[in-house]
């Protein structure tokens, strides 16, 4: 299974990006796929997380701003970003998981995203 992340940037603060990754792979549609993001000097942390079944959560600090979302039919998952804030500067990371795994065991290479206040 392979991840590969893309629309990571610039953008000004109150602006938007998305970013997006395409998963390889036969089961995609089962997988559990989250955003996770690290800030420098901090530890990578849990940003969005969509089941294989459809099931949603955020982190505090995006709800009402980010939305994640999957596309089964293009093996793709989405996270709209909007109402950027510099605290979200960090590298953007996607994850997926297998059914029946705790721990995400598939990993892209990070997008960053930079916001400039």
């Known amino acids: 299974v392979q991840l590969q992340a893309s629309g990571g940037g610039l953008a000004q603060a109150g602006g938007s990006l998305r970013l997006s990754c395409v998963v390889s792979g036969r089961t995609f549609s089962t997988f559990g796929m989250a955003w996770f993001r690290q800030a420098p000097g901090k530890e990578r942390v849990l940003v969005a997380a969509i089941r294989g079944g459809g099931v949603i959560n955020y982190a505090d600090s995006v709800k009402g701003r980010f939305t994640i979302s999957r596309d089964n039919a293009k093996n793709m998952v989405l996270l709209q970003m909007n109402d950027l804030k510099a605290e979200d500067t960090a590298v953007y990371y996607c994850?997926?998981?297998?059914?029946?795994?705790?721990?995400?065991?598939?990993w892209g290479r990070g997008t960053l995203v930079t916001v400039s206040s």
């Open positions: 994850a997926a998981r297998e059914i029946g795994q705790i721990e995400y065991n598939f």
